[in-house]
């Protein structure tokens, strides 16, 4: 039976299987692969450590987390300040939910979307924690700026469901100074959360960052992407959650300021590439590079399928993950109603 590695999916060699990773993927995480992915403490003393080194609540507010840095023997452990990492155990609400978001954040990286750096480690009793290395820190503690797109609208955290994508992009590009690059950038991790079924992708799951040595006021890019998970591999009555199955509505009424369903959205009940098309048109992107970027999800299917089988996921997750992740893309290739009553005869 094939092992693979906790950190990148790929196929360990029988040496590096009592390791559980590759070498280079550690690296890649840790920066040296002298860190040691094995934590020294259980999940109920993560519990305990929690209370004290509080990291807040994800996951509908259950998932709780811990800040992490080396000590001098390269262990990880606990930290109220300096953390270098962040941990997040599977909530008993929400069972295997490191490996689930393990997987989509592989998927992210998979298609060209800048990612944080990521992986699986375990706790003492053996229990697999998902871990993120903090992509806000610079050397000697020194703090890269950022601000999610809630903090940018400057509305209360219980609001970050009240808006639409299409007004969350059109802040990207204020925010940024009329950067396309980074729209596209936010557009194509909006197309990428409906492809997994992240049906919680919200203000806050959204930031901006200045780069070292940016004194303007304009922001330079997305921060990589980060809490991406494909929400209804939890659902197991077999149906698709939400009417939309995004956390926000896609486009914005110009009239009276809730969300419009594009004639695609009312004909197939759920969002196809018309509505990702039409949003980027919104947001002043062309329709080329959308398209370019749906049939590159279509070029990469049985990667994408792929690395989901590699994953740590439990079988009947990876099977409703494998299920959706297939339904979404024949939706994402409806680019034109008209294209597809032509198919139709």
């Not at 040296?32 to 403490?41: A, D, E, I, R, W």
């Not at 023997?73 to 008993?92: D, F, V």
């Not at 979307?113 to 003492?124: K, N, P, Q, S, W």
């Not at 799951?205 to 940016?214: C, D, E, L, P």
């Amino acid at each position: 039976m094939t092992t693979y590695c906790k950190i990148s999916l790929n196929s360990l060699t029988a040496k590096e299987v009592e390791v559980g990773y590759k070498l280079t993927a550690l690296r890649n995480l840790f920066g040296s692969t002298s860190v040691s992915p094995h934590l020294p403490f259980s999940r109920s003393e993560f519990f305990q450590s929690s209370r004290q080194h509080s990291q807040g609540m994800s996951i509908s507010g259950v998932q709780q987390k811990l800040s992490l840095k080396e000590n001098d023997h390269r262990k990880l452990t606990p930290t109220a300040t300096g953390g270098e990492y962040i941990l997040k155990p599977s909530p008993e609400s929400f069972p295997n939910a490191a490996e689930n978001e393990h997987i989509a954040m592989r998927l992210s990286t998979l298609l060209g979307i800048e990612t944080a750096f990521c992986g699986l480690v375990d706790f003492a009793d053996g229990e697999l924690a998902f871990i993120t290395r903090r992509f806000d820190r610079l050397d000697h503690g020194r703090k890269l700026h950022q601000e999610d797109l809630l903090q940018c609208f400057d509305i209360p955290s219980d609001n970050k469901y009240d808006k639409t994508y299409e007004e969350a992009g059109k802040l990207v590009l204020e925010v940024t100074g009329g950067k396309k690059a980074v729209v596209l950038d936010f557009l194509r991790r909006v197309i990428f959360s409906y492809l997994i079924g992240n049906d919680d992708l919200h203000l806050k799951n959204f930031s901006v960052q200045r780069q070292h040595g940016n004194t303007s006021r304009y922001y330079d890019k997305l921060t990589p992407n980060y809490d991406c998970l494909f929400c209804d591999a939890f659902n197991t009555n077999g149906a698709e959650k939400g009417s939309g199955q995004l956390a926000l509505g896609l486009l914005l009424d110009p009239e009276d300021g809730d969300e419009q369903f594009s004639e695609a959205q009312q004909h197939y009940g759920s969002y196809t590439g018309i509505d990702f098309i039409e949003l980027g048109k919104r947001l002043g992107i062309p329709e080329k590079p959308i398209i370019k970027f749906i049939d590159q999800l279509h070029n990469k299917q049985a990667d994408m399928l792929n690395l989901i089988h590699r994953s740590y996921m439990p079988e009947a997750m990876k099977e409703r993950a494998t299920a959706l992740l297939e339904n979404r893309l024949r939706a994402l290739g409806i680019i034109s109603l008209k294209r597809q009553a032509q198919k139709a005869l």
